[in-house]
């Protein structure tokens, strides 16, 4: 099937659903989007950004509907789902517990899994442990090794106190960071940010739909814990076994071209494909990175 550059004919809404999980410091509730049959063996799991929400799938999930049960989760402190009462724990360890119950609570016996940025991390931690349930994992703009100057990057605008007055206001001071995105049209950028909103609780205005604090452990990373990550991250990456289909911005500043290329060369089976005039990271709202993602997941 050829994918259309607009939205896919299905206009399904998903369902809100959530399922608990343990934290060091008790029990916290993550919240999850599911498209399609629940009942369908083939399930895929779509994993969002730093400070994303899952909503930010509803385009490709229309075009996988119908075969697949699509999941999207709100990763803690994101969306719908439970802030944390410790912030240390928003790290990548913590997530794929999180994952694991909800792998649990989806009865599937495998997965294919589409991590955009941390969600990639996330689907790559996951992927390596043994016995993992992931058959084929889509990696959106990330890998073992992250570019530091993308770190510092998005240390400088993640967690700040901002409000605004509407959502035009939001969706143009959003995009004032988020151009590395790659070209959308107005109605497809609204789109994407309307779920990153939230009423402000005390007046009138918006504010980000995650928790400031999941800043806290981004900012305490320092070049030598990021260099012993992506130590652990390589041999991480060489454990596993699911055919890996690996997207990235052509411009990407996160992704560097030898790190992409270095993940072809070794570890499991990987399928590289580079979005021109996009940086970190394609939002699979434009139909040829959607297309990229049914082919690889629909292929024999």
């Known amino acids: 099937m050829t994918l259309t550059a607009t939205a896919a004919a299905n206009?399904?809404?998903?369902?809100?659903?959530?399922?608990?999980?343990?934290?060091?410091?008790?029990?916290?509730?993550?919240?999850?989007?599911?498209?399609?049959?629940?009942?369908?063996?083939?399930?895929?799991?779509?994993?969002?950004?730093?400070?994303?929400?899952?909503?930010?799938?509803?385009t490709l999930a229309r075009d996988l509907c119908d075969e697949y049960r699509v999941v999207c989760p709100d990763v803690a402190?994101?969306?719908?789902?439970?802030?944390?009462?410790?912030?240390?724990?928003?790290?990548?360890?913590?997530?794929?517990?999180?994952?694991?119950?909800?792998?649990?609570?989806?009865?599937a016996e495998q997965v294919d899994w589409v991590g955009t940025s941390m969600g990639g991390l996330i689907g790559l931690s996951l992927a390596s442990l043994p016995g993992a349930a992931i058959r084929r994992l889509v990696l959106n703009d990330v890998g073992p090794a992250i570019q530091w100057a993308a770190i510092?990057?998005?240390?400088m605008y993640l967690g700040?106190?901002?409000?605004?007055?509407?959502?035009?206001?939001?969706?143009?001071?959003?995009?004032?960071?988020?151009?590395?995105?790659?070209?959308?049209?107005?109605?497809?950028?609204?789109?994407?940010?309307?779920?990153?909103?939230?009423?402000?609780?005390?007046?009138?205005?918006?504010?980000?739909?995650?928790?400031?604090?999941?800043?806290?452990?981004?900012?305490?990373?320092?070049?030598?814990m990021a260099a012993a990550g992506e130590a652990m991250?390589?041999?991480?990456?060489?454990?596993?076994?699911?055919?890996?289909?690996?997207?990235?911005?052509?411009?990407?500043d996160l992704l560097s071209a030898e790190t992409a290329q270095r993940m072809t060369q070794r570890g499991p089976r990987t399928r590289l494909v580079n979005f021109e005039g996009v940086c970190h990271a394609p939002t699979l709202v434009a139909a040829d990175q959607r297309q990229a993602v049914v082919d690889f997941l629909r292929s024999p």
Request: overall charge negative; glycine content about 8%; charged content about 25%.
């Open 152 to 155: 510092e990057r998005i240390g």
């Open 233 to 252: 991250l390589w041999q991480a990456w060489d454990r596993i076994k699911a055919e890996v289909l690996l997207l990235r911005g052509a411009q990407s």
């Open 11 to 58: 206009t399904e809404e998903p369902r809100l659903k959530t399922v608990q999980c343990l934290d060091a410091q008790g029990l916290h509730r993550m919240a999850y989007w599911e498209w399609g049959d629940p009942a369908n063996p083939r399930v895929v799991v779509c994993v969002h950004g730093l400070s994303r929400q899952g909503r930010d799938f509803d």
């Open 77 to 107: 402190g994101r969306g719908r789902s439970d802030w944390l009462a410790d912030p240390m724990g928003y790290a990548v360890p913590g997530y794929v517990a999180d994952m694991v119950t909800l792998l649990a609570r989806l009865d």
């Open 160 to 224: 700040q106190p901002v409000r605004w007055a509407s959502v035009d206001e939001a969706a143009d001071a959003m995009w004032a960071v988020s151009q590395g995105f790659g070209p959308h049209t107005r109605e497809q950028w609204l789109a994407l940010s309307r779920p990153q909103l939230v009423p402000v609780e005390e007046g009138a205005g918006f504010r980000p739909h995650y928790d400031p604090a999941i800043a806290v452990p981004f900012r305490a990373l320092t070049p030598e």
